[in-house]
Nanobody, 127 residues
């Protein structure tokens, strides 16, 4: 089970960290990712971290602003977000047991790329 926390309302240019607690399995053994979905848009993979080769990939639009990480001792994963923009507004999902290949980064393939999903947490960027 994956449970997110830390979403909320933040002004443009602000920062936010969303967290995801895993239970029932060891998060460090799996490739993890953060996926978001805005109203009327497809799901897109924001970031992923491979358990195999430690490769990290980011969506082009968030590179340099977002950081994915995990804490093996706490069995948690995080997404640190800075310089937030209105277009970052979405429901953010943590995901595990998946792949961190260059594609797919959006659409149905993203949903199929991970075997475990959290319930989602709303991040709203607005003034």
């Amino acid at each position: 089970q994956l449970v997110e926390s830390g979403g909320g309302l933040v002004q443009p240019g602000g920062s936010l960290r969303v967290s995801c607690k895993a239970s029932g399995f060891t998060l460090d053994r799996y490739t993890i990712g953060w996926v978001r979905q805005a109203p009327g848009k497809e799901r897109e993979r924001v970031a992923c971290l491979s358990s195999f080769d430690r490769v990290v990939r980011y969506l082009d639009s968030v590179k340099g602003r977002f950081t994915i990480s995990k804490d093996a001792a706490k069995n948690e994963m995080y997404l640190e977000m800075h310089s937030l923009k209105v277009e970052d507004t979405a429901v953010y999902y943590c995901a595990a047991n998946g792949s961190c290949l260059p594609t797919p980064v959006s659409g149905a393939g993203v949903r199929a790329a991970f075997g475990s999903w959290g319930q989602g947490t709303q991040v709203t960027v607005s003034s």
